[in-house]
C-alpha cells in the first residue's frame, strides 16, 4: 500500500458520512491476524488508524507514548474472549505525510506476526519507536546540508560496506541515523563519515568531544567523502536510496532494517519528488586513521568545565594520518573472519 493509496481513503470516508459523532473505518488487510482499518473520527474529521484484536496487551509502563501531532488511545475489554484496541489519530494535518508511512509501516508490521497478540505487541512497540521519529522527521522534507550528509553516508554503504560485508552486517553497521557517535560501526572498527562540496576548502565540522574519540572502539576512521553538484554526471538521493535497496533486498532482514534506517533518518519516500532535481556525483573519498596527535578534541584533553563544543579540523592537514581505502577493508574483512 502507498501513502496515496491511504490518502484517497481517508478523502472518501471523510465526503461519504454524515461527520456527527463515532467513526467511520475502512479495513485495510483481511489476511492481518489483527483488524487494521483505515479511519476518520468525528467530529472532528481527523483521519486515523484503528488496530483491535483478541487478547490483552498492554504498553510497558501501562501508557502509550506521547507522539508529537498524534493522539493515541489504549483500551482493553474483559470480553470473551478479551479484547485490545488502539486509536491513533492525527491532530496536526501538516505531518499528514509522516503519518500515512507510521500507518503503512504498522499494517507491515501486523501482517508479519502469527497470532492477534504477537501482532498487537509488535505494533506497541513499533509505535514507540515512532514516538521519537515524529519528534525530529522533517515534515517538508530533508535540508539542502541533511540531504548531502545522508547523501555521503549511503555512497558509503552502498560503495564500501556492502562491498566488505554481507547485506545484514552492512546494514547493522550503519549507525548514522542513530543517536550514536560514529556513523558505521562493526565489532571493534568505526567509521564517521563527513561530507563535504568539492568547490569548497574542506572543513569537517565535528559535532562534539566524542565523535573522533577512539577509545571505545578497536580503530576509528575519518571518511571525508567529497562532492561536486552535477545535473548531468550524478545521482540524486533517490537513486542512491533505490540502489542500496535493490543490493540487500535478497535478505529480507537486511531490507527491512535499511527501510528502518532510511526512516530514522529523515527520508521518506512520500518526499522524493522533493529530492528529484538535485544531483551529485562523488568527486573522490579520503580516509584518515584516528590515533595519536590526530588533531582533535576529546573528553581526556577538554578543560575541567568545557562541554557542548562543537569544532571543525582542516582535511588538508590530515595528510600524516591518511589512509588507503584497503587498510579499511582489511580492518573490516578482520571483523568478519573473527565472527
Not at 496515496?4 to 467513526?23: H, K, P, R, Y
Not at 486509536?87 to 507491515?108: G, N, Q, S, T
Not at 574519540?213 to 536510496?241: K, M, Q, T, W
Amino acid at each position: 500500500m502507498r501513502p496515496e493509496d491511504l490518502f484517497e481513503i481517508w478523502d472518501n470516508l471523510a465526503l461519504a458520512t454524515s461527520g456527527i459523532v463515532g467513526l467511520d473505518r475502512r479495513l485495510l488487510d483481511v489476511e492481518a491476524p489483527v483488524g487494521i482499518y483505515a479511519c476518520v473520527f468525528w467530529p472532528g474529521g481527523q483521519p486515523g488508524l484503528l488496530i483491535e484484536g483478541d487478547g490483552t496487551v498492554r504498553p510497558t509502563g501501562g501508557r502509550l507514548p506521547k507522539c508529537r501531532g498524534v493522539k493515541l488511545v489504549h483500551e482493553t475489554f474483559r470480553t470473551d474472549p478479551a479484547r485490545t484496541s488502539v486509536r491513533i489519530l492525527l491532530e496536526e494535518p501538516r505531518l499528514r505525510d509522516i503519518f500515512a508511512i507510521l500507518a503503512i509501516d504498522l499494517l507491515d508490521v501486523a501482517r508479519d506476526q502469527s497470532t492477534s497478540e504477537f501482532a498487537l505487541r509488535r505494533c506497541i512497540d513499533r509505535i514507540s519507536m515512532w514516538q521519537g521519529l515524529f519528534e525530529r522527521l522533517p515534515p517538508d522534507g530533508l535540508s539542502d546540508e541533511a540531504q548531502r550528509g545522508l547523501f555521503g553516508e549511503l555512497w558509503v554503504l552502498e560503495t564500501f560496506m556492502l562491498e566488505v560485508l554481507d547485506p545484514s552486517e552492512a546494514v547493522e553497521a550503519w549507525r548514522g541515523p542513530d543517536p550514536g557517535n560514529q556513523d558505521f560501526v562493526r565489532l571493534g572498527v568505526a567509521i564517521e563519515v563527513k561530507t563535504t562540496l568539492a568547490k569548497r576548502h574542506s572543513r569537517l565540522a565535528i559535532a562534539n568531544e566524542k565523535q573522533l574519540d577512539e577509545v571505545p572502539h578497536s580503530i576509528l576512521y575519518l571518511a571525508n567523502v567529497r562532492l561536486d553538484e552535477s545535473a548531468a554526471a550524478g545521482r540524486n538521493l533517490n537513486e542512491l536510496v533505490g540502489n542500496c535497496r535493490q543490493k540487500v533486498a535478497s535478505d529480507l532482514y537486511a531490507a527491512r532494517l535499511l527501510d528502518d534506517c532510511l526512516l530514522k533518518a529523515g527520508y521518506l519516500d512520500v518526499h522524493a519528488n522533493l529530492y528529484q532535481e538535485r544531483c551529485w556525483q562523488v568527486s573522490g573519498c579520503r580516509f584518515f586513521h584516528v590515533r595519536d596527535h590526530f588533531p582533535r578534541l576529546t573528553e581526556a584533553n577538554l578543560p575541567p568545565g568545557v562541554g557542548d563544543i562543537k569544532y571543525s579540523v582542516i582535511a588538508d592537514d590530515l595528510s600524516q594520518y591518511e589512509c588507503q581505502r584497503g587498510d579499511v577493508t582489511k580492518s573490516l574483512e578482520e571483523t568478519t573472519n573473527g565472527d
